[in-house]
């Protein structure tokens, strides 16, 4: 079956640190990958996509690179502000409206 | 464009009782989700509408959780009876399959959730 395994938190970071969450998965067929975002108290929302290998999607100061190899889709952002404290999932979908989530990992970024 | 809309959100029940969830997803959207997010666990999908059919069901505990789409738009997830391992995030989430913008890739748009809690 398919399936995501993300990096176990939580994670604390300074302002302006240098943030890397880690995300592989588990899949049959040939998926597309997501990163979502729950701020407190809000619903998931869209942060960045890829659809193939070696896309790079990117949002808001975050990346990650599709990784067909190692399968994975590693979250990453050059400095991390307070305000990017929240709980990020990575994701996979394999056909059109079947997502598969990791367990998430909550970042909290202290001033 | 308006968001998903999902009520209540926040509701706090006895054991064996039941409890209704409504949703009402971005306007157009064909599909429409229901997960269950437990603390500390990412959403599982428990049923997936395409307009007001069921695409899939297959982890829904169909003995005591049921959902329907009337008209294709608002949805009602029920639970009855209730047990204590059904404390969870209700998450309603829609999509449009006709959205070609990332090259077939189907993004999810989620409402806020309803919080459920069985004493």
């Known amino acids: 079956g398919n399936s995501v395994t993300q990096m176990e938190g939580p994670v604390t970071l300074s302002e302006e640190a240098f943030l890397t969450i880690n995300c592989t998965y588990t899949?049959?067929?040939?998926?597309?990958l997501f990163w979502y975002v729950q701020y407190p108290g809000e619903g998931l929302q869209l942060l960045l996509k890829?659809?193939?290998?070696?896309d790079k999607g990117s949002n808001k100061g975050f990346e990650a690179t599709y990784r067909k190899e190692t399968t994975s889709f590693h979250l990453e952002k050059g400095s991390v502000q307070v305000s990017d404290s929240a709980v990020y999932f990575c994701?996979?979908?394999?056909?059109?409206?079947?997502?598969?989530f990791g367990d998430g990992t909550t970042l909290t970024v202290k001033p | 464009e308006a968001g998903v809309a999902q009520s209540p959100r926040y509701k706090i029940i006895e054991k064996r009782q039941s409890v209704a969830f409504w949703c009402n997803p971005i306007?157009?959207?064909?599909?429409l989700y229901w997960y269950q997010q437990i603390l500390g666990q990412g959403p599982k999908l428990l049923i997936q509408?395409?307009?007001?059919?069921?695409?899939?069901d297959s982890q829904l505990p169909k003995d005591r959780f049921s959902a329907e789409r009337l008209k294709g738009v608002d949805s009602t997830l029920k639970i009855q009876p209730a047990k204590l391992e059904d404390s969870a995030v209700y998450l309603c989430?829609?999509?449009?399959?006709?959205?070609?913008?990332?090259?077939?890739?189907?993004?999810?748009?989620f409402g806020a959730g309803s919080r459920l809690t069985v004493l």
């Open positions: 989430a829609s999509s449009d399959l006709r959205d070609k913008t990332f090259s077939g890739a189907n993004v999810l748009t």
């Open positions: 899949a049959t067929g040939y998926p597309s």
């Open positions: 890829a659809t193939k290998a070696d």
């Open positions: 994701a996979l979908l394999v056909w059109a409206g079947k997502s598969t």
């Open positions: 306007s157009g959207h064909a599909t």
């Open positions: 509408f395409q307009n007001n059919g069921v695409v899939d």
